[in-house]
């Protein structure tokens, strides 16, 4: 598959990927040959489990029966190897059974997954976010408890922020959270759009909730993050049910929820009233995670225009005939389907190159142990997220529909399979922030709030 062999060339060639982990963590074992490998494995899956998954996926979607949400024929089968590849714990720390890869890694497989079958790659997005917040913000007890399982894949994971009046001002939520008298804290309120919320792939699942305590100030300043499992410590049902499923334009293989928290039993992550914090490690990484998306399906999409380009026969090229045998030329020979094509080219290959920069401005962030090289790290990192998000999602969006222009009325209809990258690829551009909220936070919080640190970064950079 193309991908790879472009995925290589940003990895080793633009990026010389294993000096950056040589030099970053003092280990030389995560050289070319094995992210090669781990590349050829990731591929190995993904074109073999998902993809065939992808079409029957989105035609199928999901269905709530009895309470019981049914994921796609064969998303059960395929998430069950996922477990079995020791996926789930590829980025996890190593105490709780993960394998503590850098993030870089992530980037490189996430691209692969989405790829193949967005809709099925975001059971296990959510997860990755799910164990990078408990393993930041987490106490030690809750990091045993939900930690292990979690890495294993056995568990699955989401983040609950949104309710009916409160999209992206997360300040407006009402979800309340009362002490209880074991410590542990009654979660009642409702949540809307939950991605992976209620599904049958594993036993379990952590939902990472947004509440207002008691008292708590108004706003974003009020606001608690708690760890709300589906299945409780002592093994009972907790009182969170999935009261309706999205019916919605794409991604129909991921279960959009509406959850109930009915007094359901949780327990406060970190301090009160620091929820929002919690919450932006695992949406910044989510962030980055969306704007790959819109690299992987214009990568996903480009495969079959180009592929279509060079068969399908139409008219003549201006220059004289270039198949003259055939009846007419193939419609790569017009000036307009090559610019389509070179448009879509360009976006991925940039596309791809930036979301794996910022990749390695985590890996930095995380793992250097010189002070001032990690916060430049972060302040670049923190000015490139919502152009990442914003820019990756917005370029993917223009980029999956020049596909279905090259396809022509073909790529309208369904069989042709590029319609599904458009209405798959619409949602990046509204969750995690929309493209609104992006250019918000770009201009407000990380160019004028920094007095433009992490551009300034960047400039000094590119120079
Ligand atoms: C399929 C799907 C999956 C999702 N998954 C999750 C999930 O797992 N967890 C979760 O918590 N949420 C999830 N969401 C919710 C998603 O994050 C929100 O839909 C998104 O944040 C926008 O909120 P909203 O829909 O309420 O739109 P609104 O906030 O009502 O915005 C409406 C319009 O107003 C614009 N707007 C709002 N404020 C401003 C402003 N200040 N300046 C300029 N424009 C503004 C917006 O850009 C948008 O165009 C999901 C949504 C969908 C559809």
């Not at 059971?123 to 399982?149: D, I, M, N, T, W």
Request: glycine residues 12%; hydrophobic residues 40%; aromatic residues 8%.
């Amino acid at each position: 598959m193309a991908s790879i062999k472009d995925m290589r060339f940003v990895i080793h060639d633009v990026f010389d990927t294993a000096a950056h982990f040589r030099s970053l963590l003092g280990d030389d074992s995560l050289d070319r040959a094995f992210i090669d490998a781990l590349l050829d494995e990731a591929h190995r899956y993904t074109d073999g489990e998902l993809k065939p998954l992808n079409r029957s996926g989105d035609e199928e979607g999901c269905h709530l029966e009895n309470g019981v949400m049914r994921t796609p024929k064969g998303f059960r089968d395929a998430y069950r190897k996922y477990i079995a590849g020791g996926w789930a714990g590829l980025l996890g720390p190593t105490e709780y059974g993960g394998q503590d890869l850098p993030p870089t890694f992530g980037i490189m497989i996430e691209e692969l997954m989405c790829g193949a079958n967005m809709a099925f790659s975001m059971y296990p997005g959510l997860s990755r976010g799910a164990v990078h917040a408990l393993s930041v913000h987490g106490s030690a007890e809750q990091k045993a408890q939900f930690l292990p399982k979690l890495l294993t894949g056995e568990w699955t994971g989401t983040m609950c922020l949104t309710e009916p009046h409160a999209g992206s001002d997360v300040g407006l939520a009402r979800t309340k959270a009362s002490l209880q008298t074991d410590g542990s804290y009654a979660v009642t309120g409702t949540k809307i759009f939950i991605s992976a919320g209620e599904h049958d792939l594993s036993d379990n699942i952590i939902h990472l909730v947004l509440a207002r305590l008691d008292g708590a100030p108004a706003g974003t300043r009020g606001i608690s993050m708690f760890v709300v499992p589906k299945i409780d410590l002592d093994g009972k049902r907790n009182t969170v049910i999935c009261s309706a499923i999205g019916e919605k334009m794409g991604i129909h293989g991921n279960a959009t929820c509406v959850l109930n928290f009915d007094a359901a039993r949780g327990y406060l992550v970190g301090e009160e009233n620091h929820g929002m914090k919690y919450m932006f490690t695992m949406t910044n990484s989510a962030r980055i995670g969306v704007g790959q998306q819109g690299v992987s399906l214009a990568q996903a999409a480009f495969e079959a225009s180009s592929e279509y380009a060079h068969q399908r026969l139409q008219m003549r090229s201006l220059s004289g005939p270039k198949s003259p045998d055939k009846p007419a030329d193939p419609i790569v020979v017009h000036p307009d389907v090559r610019r389509m094509l070179l448009n879509q080219r360009c976006f991925i290959e940039g596309g791809r190159a930036l979301a794996f920069y910022a990749g390695r401005c985590v890996d930095t962030q995380l793992f250097a142990t010189d002070p001032e090289v990690k916060q430049q790290a972060q302040e670049l990192l923190d000015f490139l997220t919502p152009i990442v998000k914003g820019f990756l999602t917005e370029g993917g969006f223009q980029s999956v529909n020049d596909a279905v222009q090259i396809f022509g009325g073909h790529g309208f209809i369904r069989e042709s399979g590029v319609e599904q990258f458009v209405h798959d690829s619409r949602i990046t551009l509204i969750y995690e922030g929309t493209t609104q909220i992006q250019g918000l936070d770009l201009l407000a919080r990380k160019v004028l709030m920094t007095q433009g640190k992490g551009l300034t970064h960047l400039i000094a950079e590119m120079q």
